[in-house]
């Protein structure tokens, strides 16, 4: 009696839903929940909203600059450029990402003591080139700091990158720093390595990454085996295989970009800063967005 009376209950049940779901408002209601079901069942399994926020952050910290006087620098405005899947994680939800990544970045400063550009302003573009799980914030500086002459702390060009000085081409630009630094001649060589000629703090970049060779002609890139890969105009290029250049090409280098540009026959001058090394960024980040944080 009792299961005979259950299954005449579904069946009302399930008839009365039914007729519900033909109306065309209730209709579209349910096939907006599907599809908020389905994206978050579907979506790949990556960052979840609070982790996307925190990468985004320590991207921004990446722009923080200590002058040669020992104070630390701000910009206020960012892009910040994610996977499209990314940027859709973010429009779900884009008052929670842009009110806490401004309170994350305002509180990280006074805390920190930054002197912050102006006020702070962020923007967001889908960049298909970008992996999932990966943003990259760019900069704008109202007044950037005082990049003068310093007395230089970083060690000593190596022999092979010294020779054919003067020679007239591009110089290179850096995302994380804005440092311009003049491609000369001879070699230069990148890494997290402390005797490479352009030392990039960050886990994603390997000791050995990169070299940038002139051959009396061109400039040339090659990978040297590093573990993620070097990227040439957005596509991944073959381990010690060189790759010619030209200016406004953009060489990747784990989150950082190194950008041509047309320059002139001049030595590289220490900017007299110095961005955040990887630990810092990531000790900010977990303090102003711990893991978990959805709030």
Same mark, same amino acid.
């Given at each position: 009696? !009792?299961?005979?009376?259950?299954?005449?209950?579904?069946?009302?049940?399930? &008839?009365?839903?039914?007729?519900?779901?033909?109306?065309?408002?209730?209709?579209?209601?349910?096939?907006?929940?599907?599809?908020?079901?389905?994206?978050?069942?579907?979506?790949?399994?990556?960052?979840?909203?609070?982790?996307?926020?925190?990468?985004? &952050?320590? =991207?921004?910290?990446?722009?923080?600059?200590?002058? /040669?006087?020992?104070?630390?620098?701000?910009?206020?405005?960012?892009? !910040?450029?994610?996977?499209?899947? +990314?940027? *859709?994680?973010?429009? *779900?939800?884009?008052?929670?990402? +842009?009110?806490? #990544? @401004?309170?994350? &970045?305002?509180?990280?400063?006074?805390?920190?003591?930054?002197?912050?550009?102006?006020?702070? *302003? !962020?923007?967001?573009?889908?960049?298909?080139?970008?992996?999932?799980?990966?943003?990259?914030?760019?900069?704008?500086?109202?007044?950037?700091?005082?990049?003068?002459?310093? $007395?230089?702390?970083?060690?000593? %060009?190596?022999?092979?990158?010294?020779?054919?000085?003067?020679?007239?081409?591009?110089?290179?630009?850096?995302?994380?720093?804005?440092?311009?630094?003049?491609?000369?001649?001879?070699?230069?060589?990148?890494?997290?390595?402390?005797?490479?000629?352009?030392?990039?703090?960050?886990?994603?970049?390997?000791? *050995?990454?990169? /070299? &940038?060779?002139?051959?009396?002609? =061109?400039?040339?890139?090659?990978?040297?085996?590093?573990?993620?890969? $070097?990227?040439?105009?957005?596509?991944?290029?073959?381990?010690?295989?060189?790759?010619?250049?030209?200016?406004?090409?953009?060489?990747?280098?784990?989150?950082?970009?190194?950008?041509?540009?047309?320059?002139?026959?001049?030595?590289?001058?220490?900017?007299? $800063? @110095?961005? #955040?090394?990887?630990?810092? /960024?990531?000790?900010?980040? %977990?303090?102003?967005?711990?893991?978990?944080?959805?709030?």
């Amino acid at each position: 009696m !009792i299961q005979a009376l259950a299954l005449l209950v579904g069946i009302v049940v399930g &008839f009365v839903g039914s007729r519900a779901l033909r109306r065309p408002q209730n209709a579209a209601a349910a096939a907006a929940v599907a599809r908020n079901v389905s994206g978050s069942l579907g979506r790949r399994r990556g960052l979840t909203p609070p982790e996307l926020q925190r990468a985004c &952050f320590s =991207e921004m910290v990446r722009h923080v600059q200590v002058d /040669r006087h020992g104070h630390t620098h701000a910009p206020a405005r960012y892009v !910040i450029h994610l996977h499209p899947e +990314d940027m *859709e994680m973010v429009d *779900e939800s884009r008052r929670w990402f +842009d009110d806490g #990544l @401004r309170a994350a &970045f305002t509180d990280a400063a006074r805390a920190h003591g930054w002197t912050v550009d102006g006020k702070v *302003e !962020i923007g967001y573009e889908s960049d298909p080139s970008r992996r999932p799980g990966v943003p990259a914030a760019s900069a704008e500086w109202k007044s950037p700091p005082n990049v003068g002459p310093a $007395t230089s702390t970083a060690p000593a %060009r190596s022999k092979e990158s010294q020779r054919s000085a003067n020679v007239p081409g591009v110089v290179l630009v850096r995302s994380d720093t804005g440092e311009r630094i003049p491609l000369t001649g001879g070699t230069l060589t990148v890494g997290r390595a402390r005797d490479r000629d352009i030392v990039l703090h960050d886990s994603r970049v390997s000791r *050995e990454h990169l /070299r &940038f060779e002139h051959d009396g002609r =061109e400039w040339t890139v090659l990978d040297e085996g590093s573990a993620n890969g $070097t990227l040439v105009r957005n596509r991944k290029v073959t381990a010690h295989e060189p790759v010619q250049l030209k200016p406004g090409d953009v060489v990747s280098v784990g989150p950082i970009e190194l950008r041509l540009e047309p320059g002139g026959s001049v030595h590289r001058r220490e900017p007299g $800063t @110095r961005a #955040l090394d990887d630990s810092d /960024r990531n000790r900010i980040s %977990r303090e102003f967005l711990p893991p978990g944080n959805a709030s």
